[in-house]
């Protein structure tokens, strides 16, 4: 979901997460079924897939990820 402080603005923009990510860089989930990474896209209003499944990620000003194998 994403919207504001006011609770009749927020609105559904996606299925479910596996684990939703954010910090400088932006705001990241991982699908919870392929495990690829995706960015929250504003200006579009979606989530573009950025990334392909790792086993841990990491957000700040860059976003961190370690591989599964």
Same mark, same amino acid.
């Given at each position: 979901?994403?919207?504001? #402080? #006011? /609770?009749? &603005?927020? /609105?559904?923009?996606?299925? #479910? %997460?596996?684990?939703?990510?954010?910090?400088? %860089?932006?705001?990241?989930?991982? &699908?919870?079924?392929?495990? &690829?990474? %995706?960015?929250?896209? #504003? $200006?579009k209003? /979606?989530? &573009?897939?950025?990334? $392909?499944p790792?086993?841990?990620? %990491?957000?700040?000003? /860059?976003?961190?990820?370690? $591989?599964?194998?």
């Amino acid at each position: 979901m994403t919207g504001t #402080r #006011r /609770r009749q &603005d927020w /609105r559904w923009v996606s299925g #479910r %997460a596996q684990h939703i990510y954010g910090g400088t %860089a932006g705001l990241f989930r991982i &699908d919870e079924g392929t495990g &690829d990474i %995706a960015e929250w896209k #504003r $200006s579009k209003k /979606r989530w &573009d897939v950025v990334g $392909s499944p790792g086993y841990q990620f %990491a957000v700040g000003e /860059r976003v961190y990820g370690v $591989s599964p194998n």
